[in-house]
């Protein structure tokens, strides 16, 4: 054991402890403009000034508690012994991928299941996605059942250990990746002490992953509470197997660790919630729209939102979970309505959803947002499988989120979009769509080209009026009177044009709700 734990030794870097007792503001509204529409410059400049002041003066923390806690030595021995992760990712690693599947049910597979080769590339993904890790070699492995104690038969594993001695003359190995799920005790407990090598599940990946691009102080809160599940379903499962002499368990000290630690996250996440809920109230009494933009990981959410709201700031990567704060941008609809866009964290398969509901503090956002925006990679050979994914884990959330009513826990509409459409022939983009097993009506786009966009805008137009109660109005009033100003500032004005009729009087199209225009009448009528 003493070959490999120097790799396991957690400490956090000194360029991260700044972040620990800094908490920034969780997101402020951008002013950009959007791709169609015009405005009055004034009267929107100065709504958006005063709207920011407001959400910032309501999100100067996320919460007054100490979060000096996070930055727990004791906890991190614990966390860095279940999962083989430490937070000093600038560590080198060179791993080997192992990606189980069973071999019967892949016999089985139709054009829209998720193959092995899939299943392994995705890993290959996990793994470039931290900086400095390096895959020494990946491989399929066939086998009856992924639940067996030992995981691998003996021939298989003979098999492997020989590949493995094989492949250290070559090249240096510091640890396994097995891509499943999760590994049971058992399971880790045996590949460790054949293989001497750390060994790795695609939660633990994934939970690495995340404390890497966890910046703020939510995302780390969240990330955080996700880590706790799988350290105390491991201890369970050691605690079941009686292996206190095989050298992992949890002491009680370190068990009212976690406790305290997880008491502590829920209180400071209770918080968040609370003042996310504040938000949406302010959003709501300023009568913005909101639509929420989900999707799998590294599907192009962020590349859309920048493409729609031409935000220079936003600087979309090529990574899996490179989102993982739920931040708000402004956009104009055609019509010139403004519209709220929610970016959140990304889905991925084969993990347990209980990871993703310990975000609903910041999913809560795009879970009750007025329409949802689901956009696909239409160029992943796994696009089906990752769509009928992510619109299970909202279903999910959904579900959790109202505390178990399935009655009140209906999804908002949701725009089915598929990104990346200019990585394929316009052949295969048709027999994509064609495979979709939902009859509605998608949009082919590319973000990164910006094309498709208009004809999106103008359904999510449509959408946010219906779902808002908003409609178009033409509306004839005194040519720079009061009425004019008020308009300009409490709806959104499509165009003007003079009225033939009357030289003193305007003609100006809306797109204004009931409750706003009963203010209208009742202000000037």
Known sequence: MKCFRSVLRVAWPAQLRPFITQIPARFKYT????????????????????????????????????????????????AGGAMRISRDVATAQHVFILQPYVKWSAKRTTPNDVTPDDQLAEATALIHSLPNWQVARSLKVPLESLERKTLFGSGKLAELKQLMTDLRQERQVTCLFVSKGTLSFAQKQFLETEFQLP?????????????????????????????????????????????????????????????????????ELDGVRRQRQLLRQ???????????????????????????????????????????????????????????????????????????????????????ADIIIHVQDLSHPCHSAQRGHVESTLRSLAFSIAGGDSSVSQLPPIINVYNKCDLLTPKAQLAAVVQQPNTEVGHLISARAQ???????????????????????????????????????????????????????????????????????REFC
């Open 31 to 78: 002013q950009h403009q959007g791709v169609k529409g015009i405005r009055n410059r004034k009267s929107f400049y100065e709504a958006q000034m005063q709207a920011g002041l407001q959400e910032k003066s309501d999100t100067t923390a996320v919460s007054s508690g100490d979060m000096r806690f996070l930055d727990d030595r004791a906890y991190d021995e614990v």
């Open 199 to 267: 060994v790795l599940d695609r939660y633990s990946v994934v939970i690495q992953i995340l404390r890497l691009h966890a910046t703020s102080a939510e995302a780390r809160l969240q990330v955080a509470l996700a880590e706790l599940p799988y350290i105390w379903a491991l201890a369970k499962d050691a605690s079941v197997t009686q292996t206190r002499r095989q050298g992992y368990s949890l002491s009680d000290l370190q068990k009212e660790i976690l406790r305290t630690r997880e008491r502590k996250l829920r209180a």
């Open 282 to 368: 302010k959003r709501k009494q300023q009568n913005y729209p909101v639509a929420a933009v989900v999707g799998y990981t590294n599907a192009g959410k962020t590349s859309l939102i920048k493409a729609l709201t031409v935000e220079d700031k936003l600087q979309p990567r090529n990574q899996l979970f490179a989102t993982l704060d739920v931040t708000a941008h402004a956009g104009n609809l055609p019509c010139n309505q403004q519209l709220i866009y929610m970016d959140t964290v990304g889905f991925m398969s084969d993990l347990p959803t209980g990871l993703f509901e310990c975000f609903v503090a910041t999913l809560e956002d795009a879970m009750l």
């Open 451 to 521: 094309t498709g966009l208009e004809p999106l805008l103008k359904d999510v137009e449509k959408q946010i009026l219906a779902a808002t109660g908003r409609r178009k109005l033409q509306v004839r009033v005194p040519s720079g009177g009061p009425e004019m100003a008020w308009l300009y500032k409490n709806a959104a004005v499509v165009d003007t044009r003079a009225d033939e009729q009357n030289a003193e009087k305007i003609l100006m199209r809306v797109v204004i709700s009931q409750r706003t225009l009963e203010q209208f009448k």
